[in-house]
């Protein structure tokens, strides 16, 4: 039984996510392959999937979008679970939902098994010049969002659904 977690960043927050998620899938005795989707993983040799993406101007990165597209046949035949890394997903105002996983979803035939919407960091010193001069002129909220417990309390919750 081996899992892959696959995930896209930018600015790091969405690669730690991914590191809980597989640490502790690891301690439920589950073989994990963890992967930058820059690196082009294979799907196919894992008996199920993580798929994880950060978010930028409302949509998940185009390196995860274009890899779902091209192991399509792949990750529709076996469980998939998807998670989001926002700076949206810490406000209560939310209510758990993203636009960008919502619109992802709706492009795609996928029909996994669970989702998810983390919050993740907004770190100034860790995103390009231009960058942030759009986050502070839109006045987004700075910090670490993160709630890697609630990471690992997920990973735990779908454990059985991508192992069955
Ligand atoms: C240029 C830029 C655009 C962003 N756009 C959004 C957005 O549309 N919605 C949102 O909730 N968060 C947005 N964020 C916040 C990111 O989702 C957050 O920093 C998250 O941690 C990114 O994951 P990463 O660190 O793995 O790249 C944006 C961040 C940057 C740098």
Partial sequence: MSVLVAYATHSGATRTLAETLA?????RGVAVELADLQE?????????VVLGSAVRAE?????????????LDVLVSRP?????CSGSASD???GGKQKATDAFLGSLPLRP????????????ERIPVHERMLLKS??????????????????????PQLTR
């Fill in 138 to 159: 839109l006045r987004t909220p700075t910090g670490d969002f993160r709630d890697l417990s609630a990471v690992a309390a997920w990973a735990r919750e779908i454990a």
């Fill in 92 to 94: 209560p105002a939310k």
């Fill in 80 to 84: 998939l679970a998807v998670f989001s």
């Fill in 23 to 27: 640490a502790t899938l690891e301690e």
């Fill in 40 to 48: 082009g993983p294979d799907p196919a040799g894992h008996d199920a």
């Fill in 113 to 124: 098994v669970a989702v998810k919407n983390f919050p993740g960091w907004v770190l100034m």
């Fill in 59 to 71: 949509s998940f990165e185009k390196t995860a979008v274009n890899w779902a597209k091209t192991h």
